[in-house]
Structure formats: structure tokens, C-alpha cells
């Protein structure tokens, strides 16, 4: 599977950004999509997830509220809907695979796309 992540740009503080994967080849509904942040200088971290088949959803504490996921079976195509967004925010976002189950850590995502930059403006 490939992964193809996009939607990144620069926001303001409270404002809202959408961002897209689009995966070429077979998701398993047992496999799941998640969502990782590096901010400069920092360790990669979880953000969200979601299950393919079912649709359940797992999101990181600082986000949640904030921040939705969503998947779109029929097109392969999974959503990072990003609201009320915080300087914070600011990091490279990368769309990854795991085709073992839940996990927030990046070392149980098999597949990643290439990243893409959220830049949130106080």
C-alpha cells in the first residue's frame, strides 16, 4: 500500500485545516489508519487512528475535540479534520498503515506516506 498524504499550508490560531491520504492498493478492514505530528526538535507522536472496517476511532488527549478522522471506504482515502487549531499544532503530518492492530506507536505502522507541514500563525 502507498500512501499519499496532502492538505498541509499555514493557518491561524484558532482556525480549521483538512488533511487527505489517499492509499493505492487493498485496506483490510482489520488494518488501521493513523496519523502522526513531528514538531521541530521533537519525537514523532501519535495523533489519531481509525479502524478501516468498523470506523472506531482513537485519538491522542491533546487533540481530541479538536481533531477528527474519518475514512472513505470506496475511495481509499482517509481525513484529518483539524478545528481549532493552536501554534502548537505546527508540525509535519504523515498519514501511516498498521496492519496489526491498534497502536500509537509509529514502529507498528508498516507503510507511511511522505509528510506534509501544518504551520498554525499566532
Known amino acids: 500500500v502507498q500512501l499519499q498524504a496532502s492538505g498541509g499550508g499555514v493557518v491561524q490560531a484558532g482556525g480549521s485545516a483538512t488533511l487527505s491520504c489517499a492509499a493505492s492498493g487493498r485496506i483490510f478492514s482489520s488494518h488501521i489508519m493513523g496519523w502522526f505530528r513531528q514538531a521541530p526538535g521533537k519525537e514523532r507522536e501519535f495523533v489519531a487512528a481509525i479502524r478501516w472496517g468498523f470506523g472506531s476511532t482513537y485519538y491522542a488527549d491533546i487533540v481530541k475535540g479538536r481533531f477528527t478522522i474519518s475514512r472513505e471506504q470506496a475511495r481509499n482515502r482517509c481525513t484529518l479534520q483539524m478545528n481549532s487549531l493552536k501554534p502548537e499544532d505546527t508540525a509535519i503530518y504523515s498519514c501511516?498503515?498498521?496492519?496489526?492492530?491498534?497502536?500509537?506507536?509509529?514502529?507498528?505502522?508498516?507503510?507511511w506516506g511522505q509528510g506534509t507541514l501544518v504551520t498554525v500563525s499566532s
Open positions: 501511516a498503515l498498521a496492519r496489526r492492530g491498534y497502536s500509537r506507536n509509529p514502529s507498528e505502522y508498516s507503510e
